[in-house]
């Protein structure tokens, strides 16, 4: 496995993190790491799913964060779900409703 950054296809500009992973069927495959920064290594474990990203060429799969080595981001307080966050009582927002003033 080997992590390295890629950049995408001709109208987007960007660098995107990406991760060379070795399936357990002896594959090897290109997988899209989302999020802000990674900790991933050579001998990293992780879990992959089917949806990679539209604008990276040969990139079909992305890495699960929150999964083995591939640690979750914790400053994220939407979409938490996406980058493996766990849920902190008391960081819910209440709707307009039912806020004291």
Known sequence: MRARIVTPRKPNSARRPV??????????????????GHSLKRFSQVLIKGKGSRDLPGVRYSCIRGVFDCHGIFIKTKRRSIYGVPFKPGTRRLRRKFRKF
């Open 19 to 36: 991760a060379k992973v070795k399936l357990v069927n002896k594959k090897r495959v290109t997988a899209h790491i989302p999020g802000i």
